[in-house]
């Protein structure tokens, strides 16, 4: 699975957006791209996934370029509770050998009044 | 409500008192592993099931076992545990084989001495 490369750090206000980045440049066609977060300690939380076109849902929005090799995870309007490691991760979907999710060191987002 | 459970969420045990941690889903999920979590490291998967009694390796095997008797149910097993196996540890599930959409238990935290 090709090796993603994230901030290991940002800041966020309150009500802004927060827009994390993640560098994929070794992706290859089948592979999509995922984004988890873990709040403190708890279990990681899926949150968005895609694999060439944007996507959004209730929590957030996917933005992949066009060469695929970076995206963007956007929170509209960050809140105190987003705060949390987001780690993004790519990874071929294999039928028959399960997903087995390769987590880097993520981004730490502190989202601050 | 749709959960991954796990029991203990905290334990503290000796060098080579065996131990189970549970780990059920009510989801009718077909795939479940098992991850471990330690700083610097990142999450590793340690086991993983596709299916009932259909279990499988995952990078950090060694020192555990696991089961797959039920669908909902996917024990830990440490036989003789040591105190490089004191860690976070969590349970995931997916609906289908090959799917990355993992929901996440709360968590095990264990400490060996």
């Known amino acids: 699975d090709a090796k993603t490369t994230q901030p290991p750090s940002m800041d966020c206000a309150e009500g802004r957006a927060a827009n994390l980045p993640c560098n994929h440049s070794?992706?290859?066609?089948?592979?999509?791209v995922y984004w988890y977060r873990q709040i403190h300690s708890q279990g990681p939380q899926y949150i968005i996934h895609g694999l060439k076109n944007n996507e959004t849902n209730e929590m957030a929005s996917l933005i992949i370029t066009e060469d695929r090799k970076s995206s963007t995870l956007i929170l509209p309007h960050a809140t105190l509770r987003d705060t949390a490691v987001y780690y993004c991760?790519?990874?071929?979907?294999?039928?028959?050998?399960?997903?087995?999710?390769?987590f880097g060191q993520g981004t730490e987002l502190s989202v601050k009044p | 409500e749709a959960q991954v459970t796990q029991n203990p969420r905290y334990l503290i045990t000796v060098t080579g008192k065996k131990l189970t941690v549970t780990c059920s889903q009510n989801m009718n999920h077909e795939y479940m592993s098992w991850y471990r979590q330690d700083p610097g490291l990142g999450l590793r998967q340690i086991y993983y099931?596709?299916?009932?009694?259909?279990?499988d390796k995952g990078d950090v095997p060694e020192g555990y076992k696991v089961s797959r008797k039920e669908k909902r149910n996917f024990p830990l097993i440490l036989e003789s545990p040591s105190p490089n196996q004191t860690s976070l540890y969590f349970c995931?599930?997916?609906?289908?084989?090959?799917?990355?959409?993992?929901?996440f238990g709360p968590g095990t935290r264990l400490t060996v001495l």
């Open positions: 991760i790519v990874s071929r979907m294999i039928y028959n050998q399960g997903g087995k999710l390769i």
């Open positions: 099931s596709m299916n009932v009694e259909v279990t």
């Open positions: 070794t992706i290859s066609g089948n592979e999509y």
């Open positions: 995931a599930s997916s609906l289908k084989r090959g799917s990355d959409t993992q929901y």
